[in-house]
């Protein structure tokens, strides 16, 4: 299931071995990774911050009828 993972997220197989219970990654490889996660946080709060706002604006525009 890890090796999916980091497939799916593009790492080289150099950059990263498997143990039998760590994983073990090259430098720079934490760093990539943290970047990935912050950009994909970003793109879903923003989802959630526009779903938020259209919740609001159509529970007011229904309070105004």
């Not at 197989?13 to 943290?34: A, C, D, I, T």
Request: hydrophobic letters at 40%; glycine letters at 4%; charged letters at 30%.
């Amino acid at each position: 299931a890890v090796e999916e993972l980091f497939q799916l997220l593009d790492l080289e197989k150099k950059s990263v071995v498997m143990g039998r219970s760590q994983v073990f990654m090259k430098s720079g490889v934490m760093s990539k990774l943290e970047k990935q996660r912050e950009k994909m946080i970003s793109q879903k709060m923003s989802l959630l911050q526009a779903a938020c706002r259209g919740f609001l604006c159509r529970q007011k525009y229904k309070s105004l009828k």
